[in-house]
């Protein structure tokens, strides 16, 4: 499969972004789907991942402000953040994988990454 994830940008702090990560090759539900993060410096950390069935997981640190969800007509995957921070700034990456895990070394598939920079 190929991801192409897409929707960065620039935005305030406490403003949305979606994010959206289209996939060619197989359907998106037919993988765990997660989107990860990589700070300047740091490395890949989970975000959130989205199974086949619709369990879904948060990292502590966006629950309640980030929602995952998937359209299976457009085979598309995407986040919904809002609340935004500024040490949300980060590139964003989707990956597709086969089984829920938060560390990104699972996921077998990896979309480009998509800048999102949050200004305080």
């Known amino acids: 499969v190929q991801l192409q994830a897409s929707g960065g940008g620039l935005v305030q702090a406490g403003g949305s972004l979606r994010l959206s990560c289209a996939a060619s090759?197989?359907?998106?539900?037919?993988?765990?789907m997660g989107w990860f993060r990589q700070g300047p410096g740091l490395e890949r950390r989970f975000v959130s991942t989205?199974?086949?069935?619709?369990?879904?997981t948060y990292a502590d640190s966006v629950k309640g402000r980030f929602t995952i969800s998937r359209d299976n007509a457009k085979n598309t995957v995407y986040l919904q953040m809002n609340s935004l921070k500024p040490e949300d700034t980060a590139v964003y990456y989707c990956?597709?994988?086969?089984?829920?895990?938060?560390?990104?070394?699972?996921?077998?598939?990896w979309g480009q990454g998509t800048q999102v920079t949050v200004s305080s």
């Open positions: 990956a597709a994988g086969n089984y829920i895990a938060a560390d990104p070394r699972r996921y077998i598939f």
């Open positions: 090759g197989r359907a998106v539900d037919s993988y765990v």
């Open positions: 989205l199974s086949g069935i619709n369990m879904t």
